[in-house]
């Protein structure tokens, strides 16, 4: 188990993305290409909890996407608008569809020379149109909702309108900007057009990332690109299934308990909580101190079993701080923010915690009672615990007393965890426990005894 621990901590270090490290004061550099999915999200969200915590000057988003989810373009502008890090948009050269509802979620957009932004009109995935009346919802929910993403960013609310809805003329300041029955799509030139005293979207043209750190006021010299790693997908899927990675470490966890040595069940448990953390580390969720948390409370869990059994205020708290780190590995924290807890923030967490809490105490439930009578594990459990056995020769004793009843008593030869060999008499018998460990040489008493199947309990 210890082992385990040590993997943990170690394996989930070098997970995170290579490239140079993000410092104080730096222009962060994300590329944000290709189709916008969860993935993208993912990654994002990552770069902008580490520009937080190392207190960067800006984060700029280098775009050239066709568009992509509606989903997780609401979700990348909801992590934008709440940043403390100031975000601009860089188009080069394509800012089409959910790339421009995206760009007006940041404080300022730069085109290149020869690029176009806008036709954020909803499709489904496909690309066919979506059926007029969900169409209408559709637009008139999220027109209405990334309006106001560009109100709080000083943009033109009316080009939401324009880039969404085929059904309005928009006009800027008297002047019409896109008839009805078209997308707006603006150019570079058409979006940097000054209306009413200020840019109609875009705050300048920039040939490149240096023109637009000058034009925003930022140093060029310290400026850090920033690459996803090839963990990133795999981290999306690893907090998708958090509710399974939890069962199958706590499944593992248990069978390992019951069985001596280190084997099997062990190493499982140990890969499932690892991609755990691994993937929720990579995803951007948490950091390395959680993982010191679990591994604080397994390593009393383990003190408690291995050298003061009986004493449960170590397991408990060794239980619950591995539970409430679970937990805050599956909070979505900004470092720069300050924690406030809301329903928002705590209902995934809480479901995929709860989901694998009750799967794995169901579990644990049909394990203790169908366990002790798989005939692989009794083999397994038997031949191990025979080497730590009675001090009487099993070979002088008859092995199974024919008639032993509810209420007889006897002694654990072996460790029963769950099951072993306990003396009743003269007789050594294979007997099982309902889930507890009973030491070796501990007195012990028949609850049921049905064919070969001898239950005991520990006689206090």
Known sequence: MMRFLCLLAFAIMPLQAAGPAVVKDAVVVVPVEGAITEAQFYFLRRVLKNAEAAGAKALVLDMDTPGGALKATEEIVQMLMKSTVPCYTYVNTNAGSAGALIAIGTKKVFMAPVSAIGAAAPVVSSGEEIPATMNAKIVSYYSGYFRSVAHLNGYHP?????????????????????????????????????????????????????????????????????????????????????????????????????????????VLSAICFLLFFAGHYIAGLTGLEVVAVFALGAVLIIVEVAFFPGVTFMAALGAALMAGALFFAMVDYYPAQPLVFSYDLVARPMMNLGIAVVASVISMAVLARFLPDLPVFRRLFLSAQSASGPSIPSASLPT?????????????????????????????????????????????????????????????
């Open 158 to 266: 009316e080009l939401v309108d324009g880039f969404m809805n085929l059904d309005k003329e928009v006009k800027v300041g008297g002047e019409v900007i896109n008839p009805k029955g078209a997308l707006l799509t603006l150019s570079a030139q058409e979006a940097v057009k000054v209306i009413d005293g200020r840019p109609l979207l875009a705050s300048g043209i920039a040939k490149d990332l240096d023109e637009v750190c000058k034009e925003a006021g930022l140093d060029p010299l310290c400026v850090v690109q920033v690459e996803p790693s090839g963990f990133e997908i795999l981290a999306q899927w690893i907090t998708m299934l958090a509710p399974l990675f939890l069962l199958g470490g706590a499944i593992g966890a248990y069978i390992e308990f019951k069985s001596p040595g280190f084997g099997v069940p062990g």
């Open 400 to 460: 199974n007393s024919p008639s032993l009843g509810t209420g007889d008593t006897g002694i654990a030869q072996t460790t029963l965890r769950p099951s072993g060999k306990a003396l009743f008499g003269k007789a050594l018998t294979d007997v099982v426990t309902e889930g507890q460990f009973i030491e070796a040489g501990s007195a012990v008493r028949v609850v049921s005894a049905s064919g070969d199947r001898i239950v005991v309990e520990p006689v206090d």
